[in-house]
């Protein structure tokens, strides 16, 4: 595997091959990310990583300095894996003059639920990954389900910009106990990573009560989403949003659209101690 942190070196690289299947990452690589990387080679070689922790997705009092940094077991976790270059520029590469042009997504998918508590997060997250796709110019690029509202977001970027490059989602890998795999699970100690898997249990059984549901109507789902919240705090838990949404936009689903039969996906963002989830469950 090649390893290159130069923009140009990457496209000097790339120049001649098939446009490559690409997964962008933050590093602290698990077996979410793995999967990710195995599904990119289904849809074609070369596959390009990219680990670049972007400090414009990140709030002031957010995480940025002590997110997990741990390039050598990453490179060793990804050469397994057959991954052809592994992209990993350094803030200067890939920001050599502070970043002023970026893309806002609208508001209306962009500065909601995980947009509402991390304001400019999706802002952050659409530059770095135009930018990005610019370096790579893959074909393919594969982004995990788990990040459901960043794997929309992006989708609609690359439609609306006419990006020649489609995008492929990859379902949550899970720990036996259902936890979602995350690079900031680390920060979790001993009884909150037992703790933890309550977050996927809480969804499954919000699920189950809107399948048994006799009529969906608006004042049960919030019902449902009122209980849930109540439920996780008496736990312990902070929840930032556990929301009952439509598929296909993310927005609250109106009468009409219950009656139609929209289908819906539950998300959700917790806090338990320090340690912020996210995860989410399609109905
Ligand atoms: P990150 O390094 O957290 O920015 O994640 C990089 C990519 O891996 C994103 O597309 C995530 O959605 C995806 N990802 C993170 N965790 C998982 C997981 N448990 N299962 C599948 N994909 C994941």
Not at 142 to 153: P, W
Not at 253 to 269: F, K
Request: include cysteine.
């Amino acid at each position: 595997m090649k390893i290159i942190s130069d923009i140009n070196e990457l496209r000097d690289h790339l120049r001649g091959q098939n446009r490559a299947s690409f997964v962008p990452t933050m590093g602290n690589l698990h077996e979410g990310h793995l999967s990710l990387m195995r599904l990119a080679r289904q849809h074609g070689d070369p596959v390009v990583a990219s680990i670049f922790v972007n400090r414009l997705q990140f709030g002031p009092n957010e995480d940025f300095d002590s997110y997990p940094r741990t390039m050598q077991a990453d490179i060793d976790k990804l050469e397994k894996e057959g991954v052809y270059i592994l992209f990993a520029p350094t803030e200067k590469d890939l920001y050599p003059q502070p970043q002023e042009y970026r893309v806002d997504p609208p508001q209306q998918l962009g500065d909601i639920l995980e947009g509402e508590f991390r304001p400019g997060f999706f802002k952050g997250v659409c530059t770095v990954v135009l930018k990005l796709f610019s370096c790579v110019q893959p074909r393919v690029a594969v982004f995990g389900k788990k990040d459901y509202q960043q794997l929309m977001i992006v989708r609609q970027m690359a439609s609306q910009f006419a990006l020649p490059v489609d995008i492929v989602p990859a379902e949550t890998i899970r720990a036996e106990d259902g936890l979602a795999l995350s690079s900031r699970n680390i920060y979790l100690s001993a009884s909150e990573r037992a703790e933890a898997p309550a977050l996927q249990r809480q969804l499954s059984a919000m699920r189950e009560q809107v399948l048994g549901l006799k009529e969906k109507t608006v004042s049960s789902l919030l019902d449902i989403e009122a209980n849930a919240l109540m439920q996780m705090q008496t736990r312990g838990w902070k929840p930032d949003y556990m929301a009952i949404r439509q598929q296909r936009d993310l927005a609250r689903p109106t009468q009409a659209d219950l009656d139609g039969g929209q289908p819906l996906v539950i998300v959700t963002a917790a806090k338990l101690g320090k340690t912020r989830l996210i995860d989410n469950l399609e109905i």
